[in-house]
């Protein structure tokens, strides 16, 4: 550490993990390091902060349990984009009196901490969907506000402790702290270590979020195969669209809601499977390469911005949220859009408005 800051105050280039490529002398790859990281930073700390104040404004929003993870992991992400700040701040040299070896270490541990509630939440809200399908009479005694509660703790308890074994000398959690010197070149992982990580956490979620879906789908084609043969079957055309009217409108709304949380999962798992993969070669000692850390760990880290992303262009509720939420800013706008969406007014009822 004390030869590292001295070969900064000496003149030499500072450390920078895409200074690896061979091109520092003609790109200042720090400022490129530090936009690219402020630039996710603000992305992420302002989606998430609209997926907050959406469900908070959009009461429709909460009639799914589910709702409950969602707003976990947004408070994760949102997390995850304030720390962010750290090394961003370390690139610019602000942090210079504190231990190199504690921040990264920190830094790195929260992240993997935080990543890990989110991906707990998706493996959480895969088996809740699969329940209201699989069990829709029991739903409501199985999956209680009181469970519910316990489960998110469980979360927050378990993705804490799976990682800290890192701090005592075991492994290392992931490469959001290579950032930093030391963490880059003197903090190794371990085969035992990520080996652990991946059979208590990364494979456990992963089949289970393919099983569930898998047999939600299964089920929702088989569904709508017995209503097209129902209304083949019945040649009275009134009762045979009015049932099947019925019954589509029962499913369909399930149905709907699983394909945008299947949307979030598939898009967390496509951005985290580049650094599971390096995190198993680089583990193994098959691979290392700076700049494949760097890239890999921060295309991760991108998918804490994606899930407003995501509901903003799959949920109707949630763009209805997003609407009320920044009406104060456009209230023209949203006039002549809701203008166009009921042309006659039916009720007087005043439309309620959140107050943020």
């Not at 706008?333 to 009720?347: F, Y």
Request: hydrophobic fraction near 45%; aromatic fraction near 12%.
């Amino acid at each position: 550490m004390n030869s590292s800051s001295d070969a900064n105050q000496s003149g030499s280039p500072p450390f920078c993990l895409l200074g690896a490529v061979g091109y520092s002398r003609s790109l200042d790859t720090c400022v490129l390091e530090v936009v690219v990281i402020l630039f996710l930073t603000v992305l992420i700390i302002a989606g998430n902060l609209v997926v907050i104040f959406v469900f908070h404004c959009a009461p429709l929003l909460h009639h799914h349990t589910t709702s409950h993870f969602i707003q976990t992991m947004a408070y994760a992400d949102l997390l995850v984009g304030v720390s962010c700040l750290v090394p961003s701040l370390s690139l610019l040299h602000y942090l210079r009196g504190l231990n190199e070896e504690l921040t990264c270490k920190a830094f790195g541990y929260m992240v993997s901490v935080l990543k890990s509630v989110s991906m707990a939440s998706l493996a959480c809200i895969s088996v809740d969907r699969y329940i209201a399908i699989t069990r829709p009479l029991s739903y409501a005694t199985l999956v209680t506000p009181c469970r519910l509660r316990v489960c998110i703790v469980l979360i927050w308890i378990y993705s804490a402790l799976i990682f800290l074994p890192s701090f005592f000398g075991w492994g290392k959690p992931g490469y959001h702290g290579d950032i930093f010197q030391w963490c880059a070149n003197s903090w190794k992982t371990n085969p035992g270590f990520s080996t652990f990580i991946v059979a208590l956490l990364y494979a456990p979620a992963a089949l289970t979020v393919c099983f569930t879906y898998g047999s939600i789908f299964k089920i929702c084609r088989q569904h709508t195969r017995e209503i097209t043969q129902r209304h083949a079957r019945f040649s009275s055309q009134a009762d045979g669209d009015k049932g099947e009217r019925g019954e589509r409108c029962e499913g369909c709304p399930d149905k709907r809601y699983a394909m945008v949380l299947f949307r979030i999962t598939s898009v967390f798992y496509v951005l985290w499977m580049p650094y599971i993969l390096y995190f198993l070669l680089e583990s193994a000692g098959l691979y290392h390469h700076m700049v494949a850390s760097f890239l890999t760990t921060w295309l991760a880290i991108s998918n804490s911005f994606c899930n407003c992303l995501i509901y903003s262009l799959s949920n109707s509720v949630f763009r209805k949220g997003l609407g009320r939420l920044f009406s104060p800013l456009f209230p023209s706008c949203l006039g002549c859009t809701d203008a166009k969406k009921a042309p006659a007014p039916v009720s007087l009822r005043p439309d309620p408005r959140c107050q943020v």
